[in-house]
């Protein structure tokens, strides 16, 4: 099963090429290059690489979001039309889910895990997209031969919204449970995590390249079994249209 | 020769459009549509008033796999039947062009096979070339719609002079902007034509653009060359910003004058008189255009060819002056994915095809 990877959600990206859930070969993308300009040249590069061509390829992997719209639906429209050529299907993670993954491996070689794990992306415009996760309450939990992400679930549901606002509602969480953060947005916003996390918590900016990630992901459960058809794929867009969010703004303000 | 198919991709505003076109040998004569498939999205922006880019770009993911799909199938073509990928670069909306040209070029990979862009309004062109193969040339092509009025000299096939355009809102936006104030639905044009039709179009003198000097003064008949630098830029140029701010100064003249709501009839007769005055606008310059260049015919594409007084009119001017006016039927008018395959064979066939690094261009000129 060979499974190839693309993120677009945020500058750069990532692609990666993973074999029977291991992974091959992952680069980050040319982030001085838009999506537009470096897909699919990249991924065919990667191809290249290891003298395949897309024909070899039994199933897709792709970043839904959240992140950068017009990034994330290069990367889907890309992806849609390699898959729908060679009726493949495609497994669309969640960047938060991809996080979430990355930390809970980080905890498995840690021994001390967090009790919450918080994605933290940037969301541009002043706000993060942000969810919490909380260990799966069975005994899969500490079934250390389940993916470490499978060990997880949404606590709450992903948002875009201000870091402050975010960490004031999270409060008494913060304070009485290890949490950790991670994503691209900590660097952004260090400073206001000063003083609210308590002991066992930390911040983590630094990732691996995050298609790698989910090439491995969607190679196995749970994350296999969500392999749908191109025509189904749907970013993760959580923020919504401006044009909405203007509606709503005006409705509100009307007597 | 063989036979050369290709498939087209349009997605530069709200409509996610694809066909297949196959060519038999050189030239539109033989230019033959397989099919023709566009998922429209007015419903989804009729509530807004007008295309929102954000919710055209989500809709273009949403539906471009089936209408791909199913121009593949409406065609009878299988993937591996494929010559080339044509696909439109812009201008248009970026968000939604990003969708179409990702799609594109991820199917040229997938296929190894030549990815084509064309430019939207070349796609409007050689709609004509569809409709007319033998379309007489030099010819001028009048290309009026929702975001663009623009007009241009064919000294041949595959050789597009812009000579004039709008120098602010297109035609089409003037028919939305005009429709919106009066309380009328989205999109302004078929709701303002149909009205039209039951209003007396001199009942009110809204004014025509006066762009320059020239456009007052009667000049002597006489024939340029192509390319000729006597032809100053903005002299075939348009404007409707005027004529949308003189509408609305009337309604609210009239309705701080008159009694109540506008009436039907004098609904009717703005719509008709609005669109007096956009038609007499576009076909004033075209058909000045056609004379300065010498054309044997007059080509009118985009959305706004649908305009029935606009066509009848046209249709007369050109039987009065013997000059052929050649229109695109009513599918082809709006925006579709068959004039992106016409334009792109030809494309093709003069070998501009594209690298895999080709990107959206909203404001790609011709």
């Given at each position: 099963m060979l499974v190839l990877a693309l993120d677009t959600s945020s500058a750069g990206g990532s692609l990666a090429l993973a074999r029977d859930g291991r992974l091959v070969d992952e680069a980050t993308g040319d982030p001085s290059l838009t999506h537009g300009q470096r897909l699919p040249g990249e991924l065919q590069g990667l191809l290249d690489r290891h003298d395949l061509t897309t024909e070899a390829i039994d199933r897709y992997a792709v970043?839904?979001?959240?992140?950068s719209f017009t990034g994330l639906r290069v990367g889907v429209a890309t992806i849609q039309g390699l898959a729908l050529v060679h009726n493949r299907r495609v497994v669309a993670i969640s960047v938060l889910d991809t996080l979430v993954e990355v930390a809970a491996r980080l905890a498995d070689r840690d021994?001390?895990?967090?009790d919450l794990i918080a994605p933290w992306v940037d969301a541009k415009r002043g706000e993060v997209f942000s969810a919490l996760y909380e260990p799966v309450p069975s005994a899969d939990a500490a079934n250390t031969q389940r993916p470490a992400g499978a060990r997880w679930r949404v606590a709450v549901e992903p948002v875009a919204v201000a870091p402050v606002a975010l960490l004031d509602t999270w409060a008494d969480m913060l304070a009485t449970h290890r949490v950790w953060v991670i994503g691209d947005g900590v660097a952004g916003y260090r400073p206001l995590f000063a003083g609210r996390l308590g002991p066992g918590s930390r911040t983590i900016h630094e990732t691996p390249p995050l298609a790698g990630v989910m090439a491995v992901m969607a190679s196995v459960e749970p994350w296999c079994r969500q392999a749908v058809a191109p025509h189904a794929l749907r970013p993760i867009y959580v923020r919504r249209p401006d044009a909405e969010l203007a509606r709503e703004r005006r409705r509100r303000a009307e007597p | 020769m063989s036979e050369t198919t290709l498939l087209g991709i349009e997605t530069s505003c709200d409509e996610t459009a694809a066909a297949v076109a196959v060519e038999t040998a050189a030239g539109p004569a033989s230019w033959e549509i397989r099919s023709s498939v566009i998922a429209s999205q007015v419903e989804i922006h009729r509530e807004w008033g007008g295309v929102v880019p954000e919710l055209a770009s989500r809709q273009h993911l949403r539906d471009i796999c089936g209408v791909v799909e199913r121009a593949l199938c409406d065609g009878r073509v299988g993937w591996a039947q494929l010559d080339a990928i044509a696909v439109t670069q812009g201008p248009g909306l970026v968000g939604s062009l990003l969708v179409g040209v990702a799609f594109a070029k991820a199917l040229a990979v997938a296929l190894d096979r030549p990815l084509v862009p064309v430019h939207h309004l070349a796609g409007h062109i050689e709609s004509l070339f569809l409709c007319h193969p033998h379309l007489p040339l030099p010819a001028v092509v009048l290309v009026v719609s929702g975001g663009h009025t623009s007009l241009y000299h064919l000294p041949q096939a595959g050789t597009y002079r812009l000579v004039g355009r709008t120098r602010d809102d297109a035609a089409g936006e003037a028919f939305d902007k005009v429709a919106k104030l009066l309380g009328l639905t989205y999109p302004g044009g078929p709701v303002i034509d149909r009205l039209a039709r039951r209003g007396d179009e001199h009942a009110i003198r809204f004014p025509v653009a006066r762009m320059t000097h020239a456009d007052r003064v009667e000049e002597p008949a006489t024939v340029v060359p192509p390319g000729s630098p006597k032809i100053g830029e903005g002299r075939m140029d348009f404007s409707f910003s005027g004529l949308k701010t003189a509408v609305a100064r009337y309604v609210r003249r009239r309705q701080a004058t008159g009694p109540g709501a506008l009436s039907e009839t004098e609904l009717a007769d703005i719509c008709a008189s609005f669109q007096r005055a956009v038609v007499d606008a576009l076909l004033d310059r075209a058909f000045e255009a056609a004379r300065r260049f010498g054309a044997c015919s007059l080509g009118i594409a985009g959305g706004v060819s649908a305009n029935s007084r606009l066509r009848e009119v046209a249709t007369a001017r050109g039987v009065e002056r013997g000059l052929p006016v050649m229109l695109p039927t009513l599918h082809l008018s709006t925006d579709n994915a068959a004039m992106i395959a016409a334009a792109g064979l030809r494309r093709l066939r003069a070998g501009m095809t594209a690298s895999l690094d080709l990107n959206a261009d909203a404001a790609l000129t011709l």
């Open positions: 970043a839904a979001g959240p992140g021994g001390l895990g967090p | -």
